[in-house]
């Protein structure tokens, strides 16, 4: 327990990163989803193979290849910054195929009478799926940034001083790797605890505003 402040740090980065790169994310996915289905052949070739590569790329792999391979072309980030881009770009993958499936699925007839009534078809989405789609869906995203949170590790890699690798750094130093461990263990489920909480907070906000079932 003396070592709970430096556990707390750890945990704080771990909810940062995840935190920004999930809020991130999330636009990036929309307009990722949103140019796959309008099927302009060369841009959706372009994101349909981003989607497939990050999707089955372990997170791990995909920081150290920004880390350590954007250098090459001149490009050298800040572990960070690296971090939350690399995390940004694998939540947006999983995230956009949330989207697309919504979108592709939403009553084409609510759209249909949208239209009818003079509204163009950039409002009738904004206006009328939108937030239908977002409040359906919140519970999916707020998943997606659980499987954020606990991938979140793989920022390690490159140096970030996150929970996991504090929890690594106490268990070498003390040679007590399992207090350490169950330690670690017990804040991760705090941490995934809180993002059920917001997610429940989220979809009673959704639901007063715009009143859906």
Do not use: C
């Amino acid at each position: 327990m003396d070592n709970l402040p430096y556990f707390l740090g750890g945990a704080a980065i771990t909810v940062f990163v995840s935190l920004i790169a999930w809020v991130l994310g999330l636009p990036l996915s929309l307009i990722i989803a949103i140019a796959r289905i309008q099927r302009i052949p060369i841009v959706d070739l372009v994101f349909s193979l981003y989607v497939s590569f990050v999707r089955s790329l372990p997170s791990p792999l995909l920081v150290m290849l920004l880390y350590f391979g954007l250098p090459v072309v001149g490009l050298d980030l800040n572990p960070l910054v690296a971090g939350i881009i690399a995390m940004t770009i694998n939540t947006s993958a999983f995230n956009s195929e949330i989207w697309r499936s919504a979108i592709l699925n939403f009553p084409s007839d609510q759209l249909d009478a949208a239209r009818s009534v003079g509204m163009s078809p950039n409002q009738s989405f904004w206006r009328i799926a939108f937030p239908q789609i977002w409040q359906a869906n919140i519970s999916n995203f707020i998943n997606e940034a659980t499987f954020l949170v606990k991938s979140s590790p793989a920022v390690g890699i490159i140096g970030i001083d996150d929970l996991t690798r504090r929890a690594g750094k106490i268990a070498a130093s003390n040679y007590e790797p399992l207090p350490t461990i169950v330690l670690g263990m017990m804040l991760y489920v705090v941490v995934l605890f809180a993002v059920s909480l917001a997610s429940r907070q989220l979809e009673r906000y959704f639901h007063d505003r715009y009143q859906l079932v």
